[in-house]
């Protein structure tokens, strides 16, 4: 991972492990293109140089700052998706939930 990551003031000033608000940082960074995050665990911890159970701890702590999607059952490979909660950032998507587009209407009055 290259280049600076952005952490919103309200992960920055919230009671989690610090190592979890450097993970949110990434999260953010990797979810610019897609709107989410779909990196593995292992490929975290090698990023981050710790052991993969800090990964999966990090994101339990993070869990009120992004959701977490699953898909695939038992016998298919499992890809998981984060989506970051927070707006910070450009990514493509943040409320992957809606997948129906409101449109809005602009009246002028003159």
């Known amino acids: ?18 190592g979890a608000k450097i993970l949110y940082g990434d999260i953010l960074y990797l979810s610019k293109k897609l709107g989410y995050c779909h990196a593995s665990n292992n490929y975290l911890a090698k990023e981050h140089n710790v052991h993969k159970n800090s990964i999966i701890n990090w994101i339990n702590c993070l ?16 890809l998981r998706k984060i989506y970051p909660t927070s707006k910070c950032g450009n990514t493509k998507n943040n409320d992957h939930r809606t997948k129906t587009k409101t449109k809005t209407k602009t009246k002028v009055v003159i």
Do not use: F, R
């Open 1 to 18: 991972m290259k280049n600076y990551k952005l952490i919103p003031n309200e992960i920055k000033k919230s009671n989690i492990p610090s």
């Open 63 to 78: 869990k009120k700052h992004i959701n977490v999607l699953y898909s695939g059952d038992k016998q298919n490979l499992t």
